[in-house]
């Protein structure tokens, strides 16, 4: 049973889908405020699986929850827009987040996306050779660990994934689409500006210069393909 943190300000939306979401097999927990969503994550004494977030909260917004839930924490977040306007949208995945979701949005839904990003985050089987080499990178594919000199980088369980989708596939040019179906488990229904986002803050963490990407390259019109140096 996955443990759930709601942050939604609307106390009867915020029944009405905790109340369908327990029924489909989840724990719930909400919180009101970002700051008080900040605080149960904060608290050691429950774990949280996956967040529920809105953006429009009273006081702090859902997009700077999610930048400061990104400063200490891997735990996966949905956003939840009122709109699909890309701008918001766009803001949303380069904060951190996992996936959006656009309100209202039908319970079965989004017990799919949930369900999803889950099973991205839960550790796979280990395959023959598990530690891989990318410059002065090293990544487990067992530990889910990326470090650089011995120091782990704070890297999400979406950016890890995406990584070994490309050092399993170094050389080759994956598409967005290829890339949305292995790390999201979307098929083509999924949204390419994921991967676009997901990407920037891969490059953001794992590159010498951001900007002037030499691992992850772009290749316009197709997609990305990382070049061992």
């Not at 996955?2 to 369908?20: C, H, I, M, Y």
């Not at 951190?96 to 949005?105: E, N, Q, R, S, T």
């Not at 090293?138 to 890297?155: C, I, P, Q, S, Y």
């Amino acid at each position: 049973m996955s443990r759930l943190l709601l942050v939604e300000d609307d106390a009867t939306l915020a029944e009405a889908l905790s109340r369908a979401l327990r029924g489909l097999g989840h724990e719930v927990a909400v919180a009101g405020t970002g700051e008080r969503a900040l605080e149960a994550l904060g608290d050691r004494r429950t774990s949280t699986d996956l967040v529920l977030l809105d953006v429009m909260l009273p006081g702090v917004d859902g997009f700077e929850v999610c930048r400061r839930i990104r400063a200490t924490d891997t735990v996966p977040v949905i956003l939840l827009t009122a709109r699909g306007d890309a701008v918001d949208v766009v803001v949303g995945l380069e904060c951190g987040a996992d996936d959006y979701v656009v309100k209202p949005v039908e319970p079965r839904v989004l017990d799919a996306r949930v369900k999803a990003i889950l099973r991205r985050a839960a550790p796979a089987q280990p395959p023959k050779q598990h530690v891989h080499t990318v410059g002065d990178l090293e990544l487990d594919t067992v530990a889910m660990v990326v470090t650089r000199g011995g120091v782990e980088l704070n890297l999400t369980s979406t950016e890890i994934r995406l990584l070994i989708e490309f050092v399993e596939h170094a050389g080759q040019v994956l598409s967005r689409q290829t890339l949305l179906k292995r790390v999201w488990d979307y098929g083509f229904a999924g949204d390419s500006r994921l991967v676009d986002a997901a990407v920037a803050r891969l490059r953001a963490k794992i590159e010498p210069e951001p900007a002037n990407p030499v691992l992850l390259r772009t290749v316009r019109g197709f997609g990305y393909r990382l070049v061992k140096p």
